[in-house]
């Protein structure tokens, strides 16, 4: 197993934590986003007004921004966070 070194993990793979994710790598920090891939918006019918998508369904959105977020290097790991440790 190789050891990873992040500036910032992101707990969730949904709206907020990927535009999270997009501007900390942005701005030059490593990143990486722990998903479950278990989206709790899975069943709505669309996103209004979200970044200036209109009625987008939740599946696109986070492939979009997947997608964008992967452009600027941020890594992704599918888990579950329980604890935090400093």
């Not at 899975?42 to 492939?63: F, K």
Request: charged share 25%; proline share 3%; aromatic share 8%.
């Amino acid at each position: 197993m190789t050891d990873h070194h992040y500036d910032v993990a992101v707990v969730g793979g949904g709206p907020a934590g990927l535009c999270s994710a997009l501007w900390l790598a942005r701005y030059l920090h490593k990143v990486v986003v722990v998903d479950s891939g278990d989206p709790r918006n899975w069943e709505t019918r669309g996103i209004n007004g979200y970044l200036g998508h209109q009625g987008i369904r939740s599946p696109e959105l986070r492939a979009i921004g997947r997608e964008e977020c992967s452009k600027y290097g941020v890594d992704f790991v599918e888990g579950i966070v329980d604890q935090a440790v400093d």
